[in-house]
């Protein structure tokens, strides 16, 4: 699966003067034959803080997010 990275939005539970608490992360997936998935994932500051030195970084933890909501639903 191919995923392309289109952003991010912090998300500040207390207003703009503290901390941001958690980040959304924009993405397009694509895979072979047909898959198309599109939206964000919301991951904890901490989990951002350790993978955004890089985009495959991010990326894997875009994924390990997908799987995890893919897995909850199933489980439901």
Known sequence: MK???TGN????K???NGEYESVNINFVAIGD???NLSGYVEVTKEQYDEA???DDNLKK?????II?????????
């Open 3 to 5: 995923i392309v990275l």
């Open 9 to 12: 939005n912090n998300n500040y």
């Open 14 to 16: 207390n207003g703009y």
């Open 33 to 35: 034959p047909a898959i």
């Open 52 to 54: 955004r030195d890089s």
């Open 61 to 65: 933890l875009v994924k390990q997010e």
């Open 68 to 76: 995890n909501k893919l897995q909850e639903e199933g489980a439901k």
